[in-house]
């Protein structure tokens, strides 16, 4: 059961409308959510499966997207290897991986993920939601970007702190713990029937071009070639990294990576026309565009999709359309509607 648009477009053969999708669709900008965050906590949204059900189900029946994506955290993971993780609004800790020594503080492996079994359980009842022609997609955090949360609480609040982590050996000790921790969750939330994965790793751009090739990259590499090994070779992974660009995206054409997210700073008929006959494509409008009074948002909006209308159909087959970052909780949604329409009115 999938979008037939959306499971083309990965493969770079779709030959009719590209599908769309928007990261965090389900969210704070959207009135379905904001009364099911009435009646729950944030916690109880993502823990307790019918509700997480509900939750992602809210933008297909409003929005008819061609893909629903699991609600959850991409945090569970560091509380299934110990981090105890509570929410003040926005995540936190009680404890941190401040130094080398603390690390030894992490449980991880493999077996933590049956900590995560609430994440099965809500994309199974996801799944029996939605209709036949839609995508599921699962998603786990980046090693980087939970890395910069079990260090610092958070990279924009200390950047620095997630910079000295990486240099001191932190990393090392991490990846070592997490990588067979997210295959195994990657498997879990793929047997529960999503058919497709994306990899966000908002803050894998921070550290430089460097450090990703030596540091984070073969992490990666281990975890898409782990994946299609136990769910086979044309199980669909998405990677998503904010802030990073086309000699990040040649790196990572050296692992099984099928479609890379791209961010909003950059050019999207360019980036198809030079990258997308190796990876699909997803993105890239500006979120925050999602924000302004609609006599201001049309005109960025035409503008946006007739530079991409100038390519030939043949350098669209890979496009999995959506923003260059997940979904802000100013955005409008009448602006979502917009969107939509003009979308399939042009493509």
Known sequence: MSNQRFSDALQKKNDGRPPVWFMRQAGRYHPHYQALRKAHSFMDLCKKPEIAAEAAMG???????????????????????????????GPRFTWLCEDVASMAKLEGGAERAQHMSFQADAVAQTRARLPDDKSLIGFVGGPATLFCYAVAGHFKEKKEASLVAMADGRYDAFADKVISLLVENIVLQANAGAGAMAILDTSAGLFGLDVFREKLLPGLDQIMKMTKERLGADYPIVYYAKEVGPEYWSALANTPVDCIGVDWHHDLAEV????????????????????????????????????????????????????????????????????????????
Do not use: T
């Open 59 to 89: 933008p297909i029946e409003a929005y008819d997207f061609d893909a629903a994506i699991l609600f959850s955290d991409l945090l569970f993971p560091l509380e299934a290897m110990g981090m105890d993780l509570y929410y003040k609004p």
């Open 272 to 347: 198809l026309n030079n990258f997308g006959d190796r990876f699909a494509i997803q993105g890239n409008m500006d979120p925050h565009w999602l924000c302004l009074p609609q006599e201001e948002f049309a005109p960025l909006l035409e503008g946006y999709f007739e530079n991409i209308l100038k390519l030939p159909a043949e350098k669209r087959r890979g496009w999995v359309s959506g923003l260059g970052h997940g979904m802000v909780p100013q955005a409008k949604p009448e602006n979502v509607d917009l969107f939509l329409k003009r979308f399939k009115e042009l493509f």
